[in-house]
DNA sequence: TCTGGGGTCCTAGGACCC
DNA sequence: TCTGGGGTCCTAGGACCC
């Protein structure tokens, strides 16, 4: 018997988070919002009947919003964070391979010769997680990634939350029934083209020439049609560290000065550096953006430019100075600004040292500054201490909106200790 | 009035090297 | 006069994911 892999996803899980805490909105119709509370993404079942779609702008929905009570919340990611690793540990019970996916998503590798016992363990696993999290999740399981995905969605609909997709009459009957965009790797833009050659199903895809979909779309659909077919070429991705790390946001309101928007990359430079250390990584280079509202008819400017560094860095206040030179270059005055962001680049694992002592040196200290840094920042609340470029004066006025916040539940403290 | 914030991989083409 | 062929690295852009 072959390999068998599952697919674990939590049932519209920001929603499900903000339940466990609110046990009143359970069977309600409840949607939870993007940053900025601009967008929907995430829904409850019954707000999923009132044909609220995913990604929809808030605004375009408030008469449905409105005219059925449904509960609005601003995301809460502190507290979806904490709630995803919680599900993610409970998972490690069975001591299967383990890939985090998302923060809502994981796969399992099972290796057991025979599969026979494991609908009973999964089932079993599932109801573990619901009693020790509260999270409702849905498990797929297939021969491979691809179709393990695919019984999620199956499983999903289903009275067990369970569903595997092992045998091939299952695997006909079901494929039957799956457009080709709603296979895990296809879109819309890929979709089309292969309406075009008269794929349309899951099952056409599956029956294609591998090689003829390679010659006209690229090895990557090819690797869908294989994993279709049951044959795995995706395997449980290690968990790398990440080759980028980004911090960007929308603010609040257009903001036309640059002090605010210095303020405003100072933080998102000091979460971007903290998140760097936090894989053991340091960036090679950063790259700073600023943007106007491309939905507004306002006059338009979008720039960004790219910093390589002399030697690779973690350390927040080099970034913060090398982020704010940036801006001096690419700000201009006279555009009314909605978004900024800093990406890391090209990191690299931090034991790689140079071979220079006096860099090896530098780092000692740096690194010493940032671990304290970092270390009473986790344990106080983030933001405790900061660096002295961040004004919290006026602030609020272009901070993202959030106007349907509940607490952060799992890590809030309710006062702060005094640190002198 | 109001439209998220992260990431990944693959490919094609140019520069450069021997 | 003749003006190869193959390899690697880098970058930009396109596609996808949640």
């Not at 077919?229 to 449980?236: E, P």
């Not at 890391?344 to 304290?372: E, G, T, W």
Request: with cysteine.
């Amino acid at each position: 018997m072959g390999k068998c892999f599952a697919l674990v996803d939590c049932n519209n899980f920001y929603v499900s988070c903000e339940r466990v805490f609110d046990p009143s909105l359970i069977n309600k119709p409840v949607v939870v919002l993007s940053n900025n509370d601009g967008c929907i993404i995430s829904r409850s079942n019954e707000a999923k009947l009132l044909n609220i779609p995913m990604g929809a702008p808030l605004h375009l929905y408030k008469n449905i919003i409105d005219s059925n009570k449904v509960k609005v919340y601003s995301s809460n990611y502190p507290l979806y964070g904490d709630m995803s690793n919680r599900v993610m540990n409970s998972l490690m019970e069975l001591s299967y391979e383990l890939e985090i996916y998302s923060i809502d998503e994981a796969f399992l590798k099972i290796n057991k010769q025979d599969h026979s016992g494991i609908e009973h363990d999964i089932l079993r696993m599932r109801k573990n997680i619901l009693m020790w999290t509260g999270i409702p999740v849905s498990i797929g399981l297939g021969p491979t990634k691809t179709l393990a995905k695919i019984a999620n969605s199956i499983a999903k609909k289903s009275q067990s939350g369970v569903f595997n997709l092992d045998t091939e009459d299952k695997q006909n009957r079901i494929l039957k029934n799956i457009n080709v965009e709603d296979i895990w790797g296809i879109s819309r833009r890929w979709g089309s083209k292969l309406r075009m050659i008269g794929i349309g199903t899951a099952l056409e895809l599956r029956n294609a020439s591998a090689n003829r979909i390679r010659q006209y779309l690229g090895v990557v659909m090819q690797r869908i049609v294989y994993e279709l077919r049951g044959i795995s070429c995706l395997d449980l991705d290690k968990i790398l560290p990440k080759k980028n790390i980004m911090c960007s946001r929308s603010f609040g309101n257009p903001v036309n000065s640059k002090i605010t928007i210095k303020d405003f990359i100072t933080e998102y430079a000091i979460r971007a550096t903290e998140k760097v250390r936090n894989q053991n990584s340091r960036a090679q280079g950063i790259y700073v953006f600023l943007q106007t509202n491309r939905f507004k008819k306002d006059k338009q400017y979008n720039n960004g430019i790219m910093f390589g560094l002399n030697f690779p860095c973690c350390d927040t206040s080099i970034i913060i100075k090398l982020a704010l030179k940036a801006i001096d270059q690419i700000y201009q005055s006279g555009y009314s600004y909605h978004k900024a962001g800093i990406m890391m680049l090209d990191l690299i694992p931090s034991d790689i040292h140079q071979k220079d002592l006096f860099q090896k040196n530098n780092y000692l200290l740096s690194d010493q500054r940032m671990a304290v840094i970092d270390f009473l920042n986790n344990k106080f609340g983030s933001g405790i201490i900061t660096h002295g470029k961040v004004k919290r004066k006026d602030r609020n006025k272009w901070k993202s909106k959030s106007f349907y916040l509940s607490p952060r539940y799992t890590t809030q403290w309710d006062e702060l200790p005094q640190v002198s």
